[in-house]
Nanobody
Framework: QVQLVESGGGLLQAGGSLRLSCAVSGSIFSVYVMGWYRQAPGKQRELVAAITSGGTTNYADSVKDRVTISRDSAKNTVYLQMNDLKPEDTAVYYC?????????????WGQGTQVTVSS
């Protein structure tokens, strides 16, 4: 089992910045990809950024110039830094972990944190 707890959302103004945090606990050794997703009202959940256990990152084209995903292995935490926020960034942001254990893949989600960007 892997547990994920997000923090750092809130109400922000356009042009501002935020850093979301995802604290990871449990079978951390089994995790091979960590990601941030978001879901806006009436839309499907979409990938924002991901980072592998080897440090390879991947970003959605819509945000890649404004977003950085990083991790602090000592703190078992993954971060999402977003700059130049836009109203269209308004969404619930979810932390995701993919793990592989005893021949099976598992998909874990945090509870989500609301980010609201006002114009």
């Amino acid at each position: 089992q892997v547990q994920l707890v997000e923090s750092g959302g809130g109400l922000l103004q356009a042009g501002g910045s935020l850093r979301l945090s995802c604290a990871v606990s449990g079978s951390i050794f089994s995790v091979y990809v960590m990601g941030w997703y978001r879901q806006a009202p009436g839309k499907q959940r979409e990938l924002v950024a991901a980072i592998t256990s080897g440090g390879t990152t991947n970003y959605a084209d819509s945000v890649k110039d404004r977003v950085t995903i990083s991790r602090d292995s000592a703190k078992n935490t993954v971060y999402l830094q977003m700059n130049d926020l836009k109203p269209e960034d308004t969404a619930v942001y979810y932390c995701n972990a993919l793990s592989y254990l005893v021949g099976k893949k598992y998909d874990y989600w945090g509870q989500g944190t609301q980010v609201t960007v006002s114009s």
